[in-house]
């Protein structure tokens, strides 16, 4: 893994926040990883949208994860499609299952060590990659 | 019970342009140079087509096509944005649209200019049905369709045992199917040692487990099955369908991230057309990576889930194999044509008039379409009569 996800890389595309993601996106600035939780009948989904797929209430709250997960899976990014990370190849993109139910896809820290299997238990850090923008990362936990 | 299309539609015409690294011709060129052969194959003129279902997220929309013709009275045009799936997806609308009466000759045109334009990371970036993994997942390192679908190959890979073999063997039968098509832009042989020394794109997906990027256009013309009986060699559609993923807007949420919207579509398809797996004699799979193969003979019901990888082995999917694969090459060695390709290939096997790829004998065939992080599309045709 490149440690080079810390570089500034001012080409690194930065979200735009909506409506419904602006809390999301105001909580990892916080260093706060923020899901979704149903204001009827509590159902925790990810990532943020305006309406409940089982109660369709729209009704939200918010919730702020354990930041604990497992490996669902993963892949080393060696060609560089996003100019912005072309500084950063190879890097590891892993989907992590949340001790809450949803997944999160993230770059993986230091995971040439890490000994990328299912099921791995990893735990989610913050990182601000460039100015302003904090993005969750996995490490093995 | 299951809307039934069978035998109320047919694919009466086919048209391909060359297929190649460097066009100058435009995309909007390609793609009526493709129309008029169609329309010539099918034995009509411009001016029978009144539907037009586009490439949605290509580079024309219906009113060009209208424009160029001299069309006067098209009372049907619609697209289906599903990405890869949408070539045959848009089989579906246009059996609706015939069976219905809406309309009497529907042309599915599709251009594109993928190796001399804009690479796939930026078109896909470009298209509506991305915008979530735009928001949340491309600032961390992911847009392009090999980063979002390789964790999907790897997980197969360690729940089931699937192998680099495996994938390779895939490939391979592709490259010797496109040595025998002169339309086709790979004609250099490829040995498993080959694909295992190609460079790492996303792992576990080497280059020569990705699909070419081309330039080209195909089309093809459906008409309803009364009026298809005057074409000159009418393919009846037996049975057609599209299936949609759970989370379908993202793959990272999908319950289970190797089960297909296809999963959904075969059983419908399967069961209009009324024959099972075991009664196809070709498939022209969709292929913009070896696994999204092994997974879609998975979801078609060929194997059980897991089973695809072993599935592929021992020259199975070859052309003396009992299941012949993607007899044109595929996109991953003719040519990236969203699959309109494979369309235009399984007519071909249909009428007989495949040439050195022709399966022997072959009276029923399917064709997929895979794409848009998920979404799945299956048409099964019959012999021409």
Wanted: charged fraction near 20%.
């Amino acid at each position: 893994m490149s440690g080079a996800a810390t570089e500034l890389n001012p080409a690194r595309p930065a979200p735009e926040p909506t409506i419904d993601s602006k809390p999301y996106w105001d909580g990892l600035k916080e260093r706060r990883l923020l899901l979704q939780q149903c204001g009827d009948c509590g159902l925790v989904r990810h990532y943020p949208r305006p309406m409940c797929a089982d109660c369709h209430s729209l009704e939200v709250g918010w919730i702020e994860s354990s930041r604990q997960g497992r490996l669902y899976s993963w892949t080393e990014v060696h060609h560089p499609f996003v100019p912005g990370f072309r500084g950063e190849i190879p890097y590891v993109m892993a989907t992590v299952e949340l001790e809450e139910g949803v997944r999160l896809q993230c770059q993986m820290l230091d995971a040439a060590s890490a000994g990328l299997r299912l099921d791995l238990s990893v735990e989610i850090v913050f990182l601000e990659v460039q100015d302003g923008l904090v993005l969750p990362f996995a490490q093995a936990a | 019970m299951t809307a039934s299309l069978s035998g109320k539609a047919a694919v009466v015409g086919i048209g391909e342009t060359a297929y190649l690294r460097g066009s100058d011709k435009s995309a909007l060129a390609l793609q009526l140079e493709a129309s008029l052969r169609a329309i010539e194959d099918a034995g009509l003129e411009p001016k029978d087509i009144d539907g037009i279902l586009p490439y949605a997220s290509g580079a024309a929309v219906a009113e060009d096509f209208i424009t160029n013709f001299g069309l006067e009275d098209v009372t049907f045009s619609a697209t289906t944005p599903m990405g890869g799936a949408s070539c045959v997806a848009a089989i579906q609308a246009a059996a609706v649209a015939v069976a219905t009466g809406l309309c009497r000759n529907v042309l599915l045109p599709i251009g594109r200019r993928g190796y001399s334009d804009s690479r796939v990371a930026s078109r896909v970036a470009a298209m509506p049905q991305f915008h979530v993994v735009s928001e949340f997942e491309t600032p961390s390192g992911t847009i392009a369709p090999a980063q979002l679908y390789a964790p999907m190959a790897r997980r197969h890979m360690e729940l089931y045992g699937t192998t680099a073999d495996q994938f390779a063997e895939v490939a391979v039968t592709m490259r010797r199917h496109a040595m025998l098509n002169d339309n086709a832009i790979m004609q250099k042989p490829m040995t498993v040692e080959d694909h295992h020394a190609s460079r790492m794109i996303c792992d576990p997906y080497r280059l020569f487990d990705c699909c070419l990027e081309s330039d080209g256009g195909a089309a093809i013309v459906i008409s309803g099955a009364e009026r298809a009986a005057d074409t000159r060699r009418p393919v009846p559609i037996m049975g057609v369908a599209e299936g949609h993923p759970d989370s379908p807007s993202v793959i990272t949420q999908r319950p289970e991230i190797t089960r297909l919207g296809l999963a959904k579509a075969a059983p419908r398809a399967f069961g209009m057309a009324g024959v099972r797996p075991e009664d196809v004699d070709v498939a022209e799979v969709y292929d913009c990576f070896t696994w999204t193969v092994i997974c879609q003979l998975e979801d078609l019901g060929f194997c059980a889930k897991g089973e695809g990888g072993a599935f592929v082995e021992g020259g199975r999917i070859g052309l003396d194999g009992a299941l012949p694969v993607n007899t044109h090459g595929g996109l991953l060695s003719q040519a990236h044509i969203v699959g309109m390709n494979h369309v235009c290939e399984l007519v071909k096997q249909m009428r007989g008039e495949a040439g050195r790829a022709q399966v022997a004998d072959a009276e029923i065939g399917l064709v997929t379409g895979y794409g848009d992080l998920g979404d799945g599309s299956l048409a099964i045709m019959g012999a021409a009569a």
